[in-house]
């Protein structure tokens, strides 16, 4: 994550740029017992461990595991992308020798 600082009209202003891991991360409970970590921690048991019981929370659950990108199918786009742009380059030389 990139965080970048400016003043405009003496006041500032942040924007942030957000990389996705391609490789993701698997959460891991930490060992530190403050309440932050206990609150993430519990935060993370509860959702793997919610069962929907209306229509819209099963909707809502749905929605939100489908935001996480299986690494495999990650992975795929991310070579997929790096193959396009080479063909991209091979088809601009080729093209620039015509």
Request: proline residues 4%.
């Amino acid at each position: 994550m990139i965080t970048n600082k400016t003043k405009v009209d003496g006041k500032r202003k942040y924007s942030v740029t957000i990389t996705p891991d391609i490789e993701g991360e698997k959460f891991t409970p930490s060992e530190c017992n403050c309440d932050t970590c206990k609150s993430m921690h519990m935060a993370q048991v509860e959702w793997d461990t919610f069962t929907p019981k209306t229509e819209l929370q099963f909707r809502m659950k749905e929605v939100v595991n489908k935001l996480d990108v299986p690494k495999d199918k990650a992975k795929d786009k991310a070579k997929d992308k790096a193959k396009d742009k080479a063909k991209d380059k091979d088809k601009a030389i080729s093209d620039s020798n015509k």
